[in-house]
């Protein structure tokens, strides 16, 4: 098991951050629950019944106090809950799930990771807002594969010699992690490239720490002169609250394309009735579904898994249900394909 960063804020420049809401959201995430016991006792939950599912994991409890509040109260089975709650079945070990299902770390080299013709990815950061059980790169080596790590030049300067990038996908862990000064320096380096026409973020953090999305972010964003795509990712309608509606009509200004992706998750959104209100909320929000992706074969998440055959007919089922533009597209990765494969 790989040691997963956290955020260090002056490590990242955060602490140079002016402004109206400087920290803030640094603060939510430093105040956010790490503790078993402790989010028993949020939810009204008895910390003895919580314990007889849940287990301590080198993959540690992390989860903002405002996505708890979006959990039902005495809830053991609450889909929020389960998408973070560290849980005994994790130390089961499944046929064909492995620690690098995707084959990426072979493949990253100073954060770039670049499968895919006109598209590349860059590991921005290993930290993250929250800890997702079924985090397809939960034990990836971070430390050694951090776009930033010589400052962002060696990753520039290797999207630059591959010549034909026409976008740029800012991944992680989650690249709002790092401070808007960081990234203001990231984004100008990356207009530098001539073949980049538009820049893609792929973020949790709006969804989980809405304070991120805040004047600073939103001032960088808007002074890029690449188009922007903003790619949240939220499993359940539930994640989405008042204060999440309101960052994602904030981003919805300087963001050319405001886009969902889900997991699809047994016990947490494995039923039309759910993804299709998913889908309402989320355009009531400003943003269209885009993947609903298979679940990825990492080590201790079988327990999650939807089968083939279901996954399907749940796709049927919302065509049926929900306008065009509202049925995402279900995927899976396959390692060596040239893009997400339909199914
Ligand atoms: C998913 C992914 C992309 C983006 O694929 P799209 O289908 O364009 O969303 C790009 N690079 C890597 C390595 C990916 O895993
Ligand atoms: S926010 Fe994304 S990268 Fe981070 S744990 Fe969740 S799924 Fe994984």
């Not at 770390?105 to 921005?124: E, H, M, N, P, S």
Request: proline content about 5%.
């Amino acid at each position: 098991m790989f040691e997963r960063p956290s955020i260090d804020p002056a490590a990242t420049g955060a602490i140079d951050v002016r402004g109206h809401d400087r920290l803030s959201w640094q603060r939510v995430l430093q105040d956010a629950v790490r503790d078993i016991d402790e989010l028993a006792g949020l939810l009204e939950i008895e910390a003895a019944s919580l314990r007889a599912v849940a287990r301590e994991s080198g993959f540690a409890l992390l989860v903002p106090r405002g996505f708890v509040a979006r959990m039902k109260k005495r809830d053991i089975d609450d889909p929020l809950l389960l998408q973070v709650l560290p849980r005994a079945e994790e130390e089961v070990r499944a046929a064909g799930y492995s620690d690098d299902p995707l084959s990426e770390q072979a493949i990253a080299d100073d954060g770039v990771i670049r499968k895919y013709r006109g598209r590349t990815l860059l590991i921005a950061s290993g930290a993250c807002p929250v800890h997702c059980r079924y985090c397809f790169r939960r034990e990836f080596p971070y430390a050694q594969q951090l776009a930033s790590r010589h400052g962002w030049e060696n990753a520039v300067g290797k999207l630059r010699r591959l010549g034909d990038i026409g976008e740029v996908i800012l991944s992680g862990g989650d690249p709002l992690s790092v401070s808007n000064r960081n990234l203001a320096t990231l984004f100008d380096a990356l207009q530098t490239i001539e073949s980049v026409r538009s820049i893609r973020i792929h973020t949790r953090f709006p969804i989980t720490i809405p304070e991120r999305v805040d004047a600073g972010l939103l001032a960088l964003l808007r002074r890029s002169s690449a188009k922007l795509v903003v790619v949240v990712h939220c499993n359940h309608a539930n994640e989405l609250d008042r204060s999440v509606e309101a960052a994602l009509g904030n981003l919805a200004e300087p963001a050319d394309l405001l886009l969902n992706q889900s997991v699809l998750l047994r016990g947490i959104n494995d039923d039309a009735a759910t993804l299709a209100s998913l889908s309402h909320r989320l355009f009531d929000c400003g943003v269209l579904p885009y993947y609903l992706n298979m679940l990825d074969p990492v080590t201790g998440t079988a327990h999650f898994e939807v089968g083939d055959g279901r996954a399907r007919s749940l796709l049927a089922d919302l065509r049926a249900e929900l306008p065009g533009y509202l049925v995402p597209k279900l995927v899976r990765e396959v390692p060596g394909a040239s893009s997400k494969m339909p199914l």
